[in-house]
């Protein structure tokens, strides 16, 4: 997405494609997916791309699933039985993987340096290309580095983040995902809730005064709320 938007190449934390005059590097630092960057204390600026953890965690059990069965990544929603017993092995490791992620990159880079992306707003078909001009802009403030006009940041955000013009027929998608397979909601049960309600809590305290990332964590809390307070989950889940 952001290879279409500036005309530069971009790496990750592990391999930096061979490529000079990268424009960015995804890194999942510092959980385990993630390495401390060479030279890091260069790095100027950053983008926080969050998700809400009712929905990344699952997404990072079915990368974990497609890998440790030699699927294709992105391709398919691992069973339910399966799921629920992977979250109640590590869902409390996994809820500090979030936290630890968010809170290094909110504290190292703050201000004009930083900007934060909310993933469920950047793939949101309506809020969805404004934020990616937002991105544009940002990155513009590099040296070097000139993005796609306004006009045609819409086109390449439907093309590349909706997948709009290659998806597989007959795919079977949701909001959340562009996996195949079973479909489902991710239950968890009413510990867990109250688990993810208590740190998102937490982290909007220490953060209430920084408006990039307050309403975030606002919506995020009313959302585990809403589920914690309706009927268990694990008895009510249906697959499709």
């Known amino acids: 997405f952001i290879e279409a938007m500036t005309g530069f190449v971009t790496g990750d934390d592990f391999q930096l494609n061979g490529h000079e005059n990268i424009v960015s590097i995804k890194t999942h630092y510092p959980s385990n997916e993630g390495r401390p960057l060479p030279g890091s204390k260069a790095i100027p600026r950053a983008i926080l791309l969050i998700r809400h953890p009712l929905y990344s965690i699952p997404s990072y059990f079915n990368f974990l699933y497609e890998y440790q069965n030699g699927l294709e990544g992105h391709s398919t929603r691992a069973p339910l039985e ?49 934020v990616a001009n937002h991105i544009a802009r940002f990155l513009e403030q590099s040296n070097g580095v000139s993005s796609r006009s306004s ?7 439907n093309m590349i983040v909706k997948y709009k013009n290659n998806q597989q027929a007959g795919q079977t998608t949701d909001l959340q995902s562009k996996r195949g397979g079973p479909k489902y909601i991710t239950p968890f049960d009413k510990t867990q809730l109250r688990e993810m309600m208590g740190v998102l809590s937490n982290l909007l305290e220490s953060y209430r005064n920084d408006a990039s990332i307050h309403q975030v964590l606002v919506e995020y809390i009313d959302e585990v709320a809403r589920r914690a307070e309706g009927p268990p989950e694990d008895e009510n889940t249906n697959v499709s």
Do not use: A, M
């Not at 630890?100 to 992306?117: A, C, D, I, P």
């Not at 006009?151 to 955000?157: H, R, V």
């Open 151 to 157: 006009t045609e940041i819409p086109c390449i955000w």
């Open 82 to 130: 399966e799921w629920i017993k992977w979250r109640n092995d590590n869902f409390d490791r996994q809820l500090q993987v979030w936290l630890r992620h968010t809170e290094y990159w909110l504290e190292n880079f703050k201000g004009s340096n930083r900007l934060v992306v909310q993933y469920e707003r950047l793939t949101d078909d309506e809020s969805g290309p404004k």
